[in-house]
């Protein structure tokens, strides 16, 4: 009985470790703005720390490559980690995001298939966003400035507080979000996540140039497929129609 408690724990550790780190793109790439005239490359390794139940502890790194031209054209190349507990033979899954605000389009990119899923920037920017928690009490806090590896940087400290029985808490939950940004490459450099109900999330980005990328790294490989994300929702029939990238 303990032993299949312990792995049930491990396994509810692995789905917060994927859900933190898909929740920190997630919310990277909605809040990044289409910035041209700003070339940069850089590795972003998200680092999450987590303490079980019984005082086990996990941490977990993932490394992602971004790459932005003149054109404001974004190329994530991300990792995710922390799966052999549900399945031992896909602990790693490599995904590729392609943000091409000329083209009005979003791909990514499945190596495995050689498949684009396509979804039109308009889409996105058309859904309405999540409605604010009525009863959460959040603080701003501004933390001036400073200097990360030869960049500028500001930083906002926001704590949010969870309300005793919002959630069936006995107490208040504080939740932290520390960010330090680029005002001149509008990117973010740093940031922290502290959440005593998923543990601690830190990013970094690193490794920063400010050169022009090559352009092919914003264009779906020769051999693709690319299947149309907003003709799948319009559509949920087996989809008849698609196009090779030749």
């Known amino acids: 009985m303990t032993r299949s408690i312990r792995l049930a724990s491990i396994g509810i550790a692995a789905l917060c470790f994927t859900s933190a780190i898909s929740a920190q793109l997630e919310v990277r790439g909605q809040q990044e703005p289409i910035v041209k005239g700003a070339p940069y490359s850089g590795e972003g390794i998200t680092t999450v720390r987590l303490t079980m139940y019984d005082g086990t502890k996990i941490e977990r790194t993932v490394t992602a490559k971004f ?28 995904t590729v995001t392609i ?19 396509r ?11 999540p409605p604010p ?3 959460s009490q959040m603080m701003r806090e501004n933390l001036g400035s400073r200097d990360i590896d030869g960049i ?21 939950i504080e939740i932290i979000d520390e960010r330090w940004e680029s005002p001149a490459l ?6 922290l996540h502290r959440d005593p109900r998923t543990g601690d999330v830190e990013y970094v980005l690193t490794k920063i140039s400010r050169a022009e990328p090559p352009a092919s790294l914003f264009t779906v490989p020769a051999g693709y497929t690319i299947k149309s994300v907003d003709q799948i929702r319009s559509n949920p029939q087996p989809m008849t129609s698609s196009r090779r990238v030749k």
Not at 71 to 80: A, K
Request: hydrophobic share 35%; net charge positive.
């Open 152 to 172: 500028t940087a500001v930083g906002q400290r926001m704590t949010t507080t969870i309300p005793v029985g919002q959630v069936g808490n006995d107490r208040p």
């Open 133 to 135: 928690s009525p009863t």
């Open 119 to 129: 979804v039109s920037m308009s889409t996105i920017r058309n859904a309405p966003a």
């Open 99 to 117: 943000v091409d605000p000329v083209a009005d389009a979003i791909y990514t990119l499945i190596p495995g298939s050689k498949t684009a899923m």
């Open 67 to 94: 790459f932005r031209d003149t054109q404001g054209r974004v190329r994530r190349e991300q990792t995710v980690m922390g799966l052999e507990v549900l399945d031992p033979d896909k602990d790693v899954r490599a």
């Open 186 to 191: 509008k990117v973010l450099l740093r940031s």
